[in-house]
Antibody
Framework: EVQLVESGGGLIQPGRSLRLSCAASGFTFDDYAMHWVRQPPGKGLEWVSGISWDRRDTGYADSVRGRFTISRDNSRNSLYLQMNSLRSEDTAFYYC????????WGRGTLVTVSS | QSVLTQPPSESGTPGQTVTISCSGSNSNIGSETVNWYQQVPGTAPKLLIYNNNHRPSGVPDRFSGSKSGTSASLAISGLQSEDEADYYCATWDDRVNGRVFGGGTKLTVL
């Protein structure tokens, strides 16, 4: 069974940094591209970042480019999102999703940026 | 303001067919395939349709997708109460060089 489990969310002050993790199981992790998608409470979905299976290609939404960094460790079946210079508008549930078509999603982790 | 435009809400009665539209441009829907996601409030999104009109295993054939030019549609036939959810279209956009989502459509089953 495919499982994606996000962790690392919490309450953080503006300007600080946070690192999210996504633990994958039930499939061959290094066969798939992976993505981060976020959703502010009560609002719609926003693609944040994606990474190819071999880490060669990465992409970012304009809203996070230069502040967030996506990475993966295929030996640990894990996906990461390093978030720096956090802003209040980064407050959201953060989901990791598998594959270009995002066929499986985790349950999400909530990041709240507030003083 | 989403790159892909969806109606904020749609509604229907049990048994009816409802269609949700997703309007884009040549830089996204016009040149890429479209996926649709269903999100029941409080849960993670679920893939409903991929590559315009393909259903993952386990998705009922009451759900169907189509694409024409710079627009796509999701049709739900034989509407059921359990279909009440938010629906999102998504694709790649060459102009922003990233994936984009529609603003979402809240479906109410009356």
């Amino acid at each position: 069974e495919v499982q994606l489990v996000e962790s690392g969310g919490g309450l953080i002050q503006p300007g600080r940094s946070l690192r999210l993790s996504c633990a994958a199981s039930g499939f061959t992790f290094d066969d798939y591209a992976m993505h981060w998608v976020r959703q502010p409470p009560g609002k719609g979905l926003e693609w944040v970042s994606g990474i190819s299976w071999d880490r060669r290609d990465t992409g970012y939404a304009d809203s996070v480019r230069g502040r967030f960094t996506i990475s993966r460790d295929n030996s640990r079946n894990s996906l990461y999102l390093q978030m720096n210079s956090l802003r209040s508008e980064d407050t959201a549930f953060y989901y990791c999703a598998r594959n270009t078509i995002m066929d499986y999603w985790g349950r999400g982790t909530l990041v709240t940026v507030s003083s | 303001q989403s790159v892909l435009t969806q109606p904020p809400s749609e509604s229907g009665t049990p048994g009816q067919t409802v269609t949700i539209s997703c309007s884009g441009s040549n830089s996204n829907i016009g040149s890429e395939t479209v996926n649709w996601y269903q999100q029941v409030p409080g849960t993670a999104p679920k893939l409903l349709i991929y590559n315009n009109n393909h259903r993952p295993s386990g998705v009922p054939d009451r759900f169907s997708g189509s694409k024409s030019g710079t627009s796509a549609s999701l049709a739900i036939s034989g509407l059921q109460s359990e279909d009440e959810a938010d629906y999102y279209c998504a694709t790649w956009d060459d102009r922003v060089n990233g994936r984009v989502f529609g603003g979402g459509t809240k479906l109410t089953v009356l």
